[in-house]
């Protein structure tokens, strides 16, 4: 994919929709490389996340190719190291956490709160080629034979005893963080001094609260990374034995350092993506939010316990037994905000008038997915049952249901909401149906099998096990195959759907939202006018389900 | 906070010269970039902060061997350069103040003393660093650290390995440091040039000030470090 | 909003006064007091970084907004120290369960 590929809007002067909008302002790619408009950066960004999304995908279907039978067959055991490194270090830190944010957040906190571009739209041009040059270095790593030491680049295998590349994807992170820091830092200070007139925080849509959250996460959480990589890479090249035991050097404070920031980081993947389903939810059961302000101010509470609760990750690593009894009290602390959620979504859905187009086929399946990832989450973090668990496929299945069920569900979800939005055409109804479904059947296929067998003892991170686990690894590779069409199939409709999809008008799902007030896609200044609002974000009413009913009628 | 001030509707004012586009006014710019300076300091004071723990772990770890190690720093210099780097601080906020009061011979003057000073302190630091290079304090193949003390014996290879970890985190902490400071006086310079050409005055100087702001926090880092790193082991012969 | 406009007497005085602490942490350091060596040190370096803060960074008189950002800093800050911390502080000790 390309950037000129994204830009067919001589369509619309085809069916006669020619007004002025972001996509048709400029053409070329200096326009767009150039571009300071919040929206085609947003466009850039998808760009460069679906890229890779594609290869992290890659790795994890190699990953799972080798897991179909009990041998190591496919590959050596130096180069399956390398794969699951690989696939943890592209999805986590080059398409998880810039997803939502980088993606649907540049998009749509300027337009949900009335503004006409973020607070620093030169640094958000900025981040996205810092992105792209981390990316580049990490990528310089994968090509030249990648990584072995896991994501997380424990010590003293990342400084010691590793000979892989180390330092460049290290490197890579590093630079991706001010990618990030950049991100979150122009949409706190635009929430704060943006808004449009009238619009207060209780005003604001749930959205907008949880981007803020993880924007909070990410400014406070990230330079913790940076500097801890930066260790790490000193440590590898001049052996100050830092994190080296055998020169007193603490291995656990390398943990402790990167838990820091990388447990803040699963909040920041998930967050974004309950903004997200908290918008889907309100739009299609066509009700004013349940408990509005207590689901605003769970992401505030989910973004500060978060930072609360790294210690989890090393009840087994050392940790003293009385800090590791804190971070389990504080860890199961962080299900009472997102039960807040989980119940009042459902609160919200009850009695409402209900519709299940594909947007709210993935919300649904994010609210069942996220409720079991997130109990599981409380069954780690007790002691006695982690020590049971650790290191096991329970935890790469729980995580996974967080980060794939939860965060990728909600990112779809959004992607398919507001695509109308973005690129003012619609996308065949019946197939992302089924895509939706191809999804959440194939993704239950892959990990449910993966919770019994950490649960019977399968270690995470080998290439080969016992041959009486095959069956259920053969039923996880079968779920992966179906997932991987159910992530395709969007690819290509929405691609699709630019060129030949029916023009989508300025409100399909007939939603409310500063958003869906402006026309689709919007101009480059989102608004003609300035936008004053005088009520809450989600006034939905019988008018307007009326409404909606005649829509729908037209749609098909 | 639901009395902040929002911004007020497109058009509203005529658009200043040093207006961005997705502002509507100077103050909401200005209120804007000092947010943002701000929360990057936040971002900075987490960078530094993962030095910090690490400082604080291993100084627990090895109280003895940091002590007699931080006993080798040289404390005057160091007093020295906090002075001058506090003094630097005093001139930037003049170089504001000229902003303030119109006075742009002043401006260009005070950023003038700032640079000379930011440049002093880094002097000096090189000096240090060099004495450290002399004495093999400097960790790696060739760190040698024999402490002269009655409690100790002379050659303990334990203790070595504990102060290279001390000089470890001195180098890494007060290296970065410096290297926010060249940044600074980087950025000092091409303001310096900008005020010359007049671009700054009491209604407009925002990167005056915004520079201002990280120019006292890489000060407030120092602040922190010199205590920590040179005085705490005074008691230590 | 009028941009407040500090005198420069303000100025001096802060620099005069972050002048004298620097001078007493040197001194006080020469004296030992044990444990409260650190203390002090720690007490004057927080002195002279909130003179920093409230008059050069212009704290004092910004928005509380501004305020709240930085101490937002400082607080997570001391929560990265503070439960790693706990951990190292907590390592290898065993109480004996009571009524065992």
Redesign the interface.
């Known amino acids: 994919m390309n950037t000129t590929a994204t830009a067919p809007v001589t369509t619309t002067a085809e069916t006669g929709f020619a007004r002025p909008n972001y996509l048709n302002a400029a053409y070329g790619v200096r326009s767009w490389l150039l571009t300071r408009d919040h929206k085609r950066i947003a466009i850039l960004y998808l760009i460069s996340v679906t890229a890779f999304f594609a290869l992290g995908s890659l790795f994890a279907l190699l990953i799972r190719l080798e897991l179909l039978t009990p041998e190591g067959d496919l590959f050596q055991p130096d180069t399956y190291n390398r794969l699951f490194t690989m696939h943890g270090v592209v999805m986590v830190f080059f398409f998880l956490i810039p997803s939502i944010p980088a993606v649907l957040g540049n998009f749509l906190v300027p337009l949900m709160i009335g503004?006409?571009?973020?607070?620093?739209?030169k640094l958000n041009l900025a981040s996205w080629y810092v992105y792209n040059l981390g990316g580049i270095f990490t990528l310089w790593a994968i090509v030249h034979g990648g990584v072995d030491t896991g994501w997380t680049f424990y010590t003293p295998l990342s400084t010691h005893y590793s000979n892989t590349y180390v330092i460049s994807t290290a490197l890579g992170i590093f630079i991706t963080g001010f990618s990030s820091?950049f991100t979150g830092?122009?949409f706190?200070?635009t929430v704060?001094?943006?808004?449009?007139?009238?619009?207060?925080?209780?005003r604001l849509p749930l959205f907008i609260w949880s981007t803020y959250a993880t924007s909070l996460i990410i400014?406070?959480?990230?330079?913790?990374i940076?500097?801890?990589l930066l260790?790490v890479a000193?440590e590898r090249v001049?052996?100050?034995?830092?994190f080296d035991p055998a020169?007193?050097?603490?291995p656990v404070?390398f943990q402790?350092?990167f838990w820091?920031y990388s447990h803040p980081a699963v909040y920041i993947m998930i967050l974004p993506a309950m903004g997200v389903v908290s918008e889907l939810v309100a739009a299609f059961a066509r009700k004013k939010i349940f408990g509005y302000r207590f689901v605003a101010f769970a992401s505030i509470a989910i973004a500060v316990l978060g930072f609360l609760v790294w210690g989890h990750h090393m009840f087994v690593a050392g940790e003293s037994i009385y800090a590791a009894t804190i971070f389990s009290v504080l860890s199961m602390l962080v299900a009472i905000p997102s039960a807040v959620k989980v119940f009042n979504w459902t609160a919200t859905l009850y009695q409402g008038s209900i519709s299940y187009q594909t947007p709210m086929l993935y919300a649904l399946g994010f609210i069942g997915l996220f409720t079991l990832g997130g109990l599981t989450g409380v069954m780690v973090a007790t002691l006695g049952i982690d020590v049971h668990v650790h290191d096991t496929y329970f935890i790469v299945a729980h995580f996974h249901y967080i980060m794939v069920g939860g965060a990728i569900m909600g990112y779809l979800g959004g992607l398919h909401y507001w695509w109308p939005k973005i690129s003012g055409k619609l996308y065949p109804a019946a197939l992302s149906k089924l895509s939706a479904l191809l999804v959440f059947v194939g993704f239950n296929l892959t990990f449910f099998p993966q919770f019994i067998l950490g649960y019977l003892g399968m270690p995470r991170r080998y290439w080969s096990y016992p041959p009486e686990f095959q069956v259920l690894n053969v039923l996880s590779t079968a779920g992966a195959s179906i997932l991987g069409v159910g992530y395709l199939l969007p690819l290509c409709y929405f691609i699709w759907s630019m060129r030949y999809g029916k023009d989508s008008g300025d409100n399909p799902w007939g939603a409310v939202g500063l958003e869906w007030d402006t026309t689709s896609p919007p101009p480059t200044e989102n608004?003609y006018?300035?936008p004053?609002v005088t009520h809450g974000p989600y006034e939905y009413n019988r008018e307007e389900v009326h409404n909606r009913m005649s829509q729908e009628a037209t749609l098909g | 906070?639901?009395s902040?001030?929002?911004?007020?509707?497109?058009g509203h004012a005529a658009h200043h010269r040093d207006l961005?586009?997705?502002?509507d006014s100077l103050?909401?710019q200005k209120?804007?970039s000092?947010?943002?300076t701000?929360?990057?300091?936040?971002?900075?004071?987490?960078?530094?902060?993962?030095?910090?723990?690490?400082y604080?772990?291993?100084r627990?770890?090895?109280p003895q061997a940091f002590a007699l190690a931080s006993h080798t720093l040289n404390?005057p210099m160091g007093?020295i350069n906090?002075?001058i780097l506090?003094?630097s601080?005093?001139t930037?906020?003049?170089a504001i103040?000229a902003a303030?009061?119109s006075w742009r011979k002043g401006i260009v003057l005070f950023l003038g003393l700032t640079i000379l000073l930011g440049s002093a302190f880094l002097g000096i630091k090189s000096v240090e660093y060099r004495e450290k290079f002399e004495t093999h304090h400097v960790?790696?193949p060739t760190f040698h650290f024999v402490p002269e003390s009655e409690h100790v014996k002379v050659t303990d290879p334990?203790l070595e390995?504990?102060a290279?970890?001390f000089f470890?985190?001195y180098f890494?902490m007060t290296g970065l440091h410096a290297l926010h400071m060249i940044i600074g006086i980087g950025i000092l310079v091409v303001l310096a040039v900008l005020s010359w050409k007049g671009k700054y005055g009491?209604e407009y100087h925002n990167p005056l000030?915004m520079t201002?702001?990280y120019w006292?926090?890489v000060?407030?880092v120092w602040?922190?470090l010199?205590?920590?790193l040179y005085?705490?082991g005074?008691?230590a012969r | 909003?009028a941009?407040h406009?500090?005198s420069?007497k303000v100025?001096?005085l802060?620099?005069a006064a972050?002048?004298i602490l620097?001078?007493l942490?040197?001194a006080a350091?020469?004296v030992?007091l044990g444990a409260f060596?650190?203390v002090v040190?720690?007490t004057?370096?927080v002195t002279?970084?909130m003179l920093?803060?409230l008059?050069?960074?212009?704290v004092r008189y910004?928005?509380r907004?501004?305020a709240l950002?930085?101490a937002?800093?400082?607080l997570?800050?001391a929560i990265?120290?503070g439960l790693?911390?706990a951990d190292?502080?907590s390592r290898g000790q065993i109480f004996p369960v009571p009524g065992k």
């Open positions: 503004a006409k571009d973020l607070a620093f739209p820091i830092l122009n706190i200070v704060h001094r943006m808004r449009a007139p009238g619009l207060t925080w209780f400014v406070l959480g990230t330079p913790v940076a500097i801890t260790l000193a001049l052996h100050l034995g830092l020169l007193g050097g603490d404070l402790h350092l820091f608004f006018t300035t004053v | 906070m639901a902040e001030p929002l911004m007020e509707p497109h961005a586009h997705q502002f103050d909401q209120e804007s000092t947010l943002g701000w929360l990057f300091l936040v971002t900075e004071i987490m960078f530094f902060g993962g030095l910090f723990t690490a604080v772990i291993y627990r770890l090895y404390v007093a906090t002075a506090i003094g601080s005093l930037m906020v003049l103040w303030q009061v960790p790696g334990q390995r504990h290279s970890i470890s985190l890494i009491p000030e201002g702001l006292h926090f000060d407030i602040i922190f010199f205590p920590l005085l705490l005074a008691h | 909003m941009e406009v500090t420069r100025y001096f802060v620099f972050l002048l620097t001078g942490t040197v350091a020469e030992d060596n650190d040190a720690l004057i370096a002279k970084a920093v803060l008059f050069f960074m212009h910004s928005t907004m501004t950002t930085a937002a800093g400082f997570w800050l990265l120290i790693t911390l190292y502080a």
